[in-house]
Nanobody, 121 residues
């Protein structure tokens, strides 16, 4: 079992910045890739950014150059630095951990409860 707790959301004006954090606990040794997803009102949950255990990153086109994902293995913390925020970045942001049971190829996804980000124009 892995527990994920997000923090850092809030209300910000367009052009502003926010930093989201996700604290992982439990069987963190099983975590491989970690990601941030966003669910905007009335839309599906979409990938924003991901980072592998080796530090390779991937971003949605809409956030490239503005958002930076990072991961601290020592503290089991995932972060998302969001700069130059736009109203279309508004939504609930979810932390995701892709885990693999040791000695197997069995993967399982864990999700946090989400943190709300609202960007006003």
């Amino acid at each position: 079992q892995v527990q994920l707790v997000e923090s850092g959301g809030g209300l910000v004006q367009a052009g502003g910045s926010l930093r989201l954090s996700c604290d992982a606990s439990g069987s963190v040794f099983m975590i491989e890739d970690m990601s941030w997803y966003r669910q905007s009102p009335g839309k599906q949950r979409d990938l924003v950014a991901s980072i592998t255990s080796g530090g390779s990153t991937n971003y949605a086109d809409s956030v490239k150059g503005r958002f930076t994902i990072s991961r601290d293995i020592r503290t089991n913390t995932l972060s998302l630095q969001m700069n130059s925020l736009k109203p279309e970045d508004t939504g609930d942001y979810y932390c995701n951990a892709d885990t693999r049971a040791p000695g197997t190829s069995l993967h399982y996804d864990y999700w946090g409860q989400g943190t709300q980000v609202t960007v006003s124009s």
